[in-house]
């Protein structure tokens, strides 16, 4: 079956401007999270969403980055007025979340931003 | 809140040797604990998770961990490294929620395991 998938996979722009970053979960899951991966760094948890709603945006770094997920499917991450320091790989992961227990995360393959 | 120490960023074995990878963490809560792997070019790969079971766990591809609660450790066995193994390591833990599921995963910084032939 269709894993995370996370369009575009490669992304270039300039400082000042604004980016869209598209994941796609797997279907039927119901939690959703994104992660920022810097270079030589591990992966640094930004937001969690539950369905629509979002669980838990503590990772957000600043007001610039927003994330949406209106369907309770496909989410969306806006950065506003992007800087050199947000290049980095931003990955998307989705559980199910269904009764008790651990839900394994499965990992997108990241969308690479590069700001200059 | 949680962090993750992954010792060591780069870790080189000869084939055929044992692997170790180490992993401390730190939580206010009984944590969910992970080892994940991550090939060049590749997505995330789930190696295996411990959920408050059994305190030894068996993963994909021959590896181990081991859940020390008085060490606070979760490191990463595999008796016979092979070629293949070589990739970025990571481990990374969660607060479980008392509803189901699990918070955003806290990763550590990874270790990149070289393969000497």
């Known amino acids: 079956g269709a894993g995370v998938s996370q369009t575009p996979s490669n992304k270039v722009t300039e400082k000042g401007k604004y980016v869209e970053l598209r994941c796609d979960p797997i279907?039927?899951?119901?939690?959703l999270y994104w992660y920022r991966q810097s270079l030589g760094q591990g992966p640094e948890f930004l937001i969690y969403?539950?369905?629509?709603?979002?669980?838990?945006d503590s990772g957000l770094p600043n007001d610039r980055f927003f994330a949406v997920r209106p369907e309770g499917s496909v989410s969306t991450l806006k950065i506003q007025r992007t800087e050199r320091g947000d290049s980095a790989v931003y990955l998307c992961a989705s559980s199910f979340s269904g009764g008790a227990g651990l839900n394994e995360q499965f990992f997108g393959p990241g969308t690479r931003l590069t700001v200059l | 809140a949680q962090s993750v120490t992954q010792l060591g960023s780069h870790v080189s074995v000869s084939e055929g040797a044992l692997v170790l990878l180490r992993c401390n963490y730190s939580s206010s809560v009984p944590p969910y604990l992970f080892w994940y792997v991550q090939y060049p070019n590749q997505g995330l790969q789930l190696l295996l998770k411990?959920?408050?079971?059994?305190?030894l766990v068996k993963g994909i591809n021959g590896f181990e961990a081991e859940f020390k609660k008085s060490e606070t450790s979760f490191h990463l066995t595999k008796p016979s490294a092979h070629m293949r193994d070589a990739a970025e390591y990571f481990c990374?833990?969660?607060?479980?929620?008392?509803?189901?599921?699990?918070?955003?995963?806290?990763f550590g910084k990874g270790t990149h395991l070289i393969i000497q032939p």
């Open positions: 990374a833990v969660s607060a479980p929620h008392s509803g189901g599921g699990a918070d955003g995963l806290t």
């Open positions: 411990y959920t408050s079971a059994a305190t």
């Open positions: 279907s039927g899951h119901t939690a």
């Open positions: 969403f539950q369905g629509t709603g979002a669980a838990d």
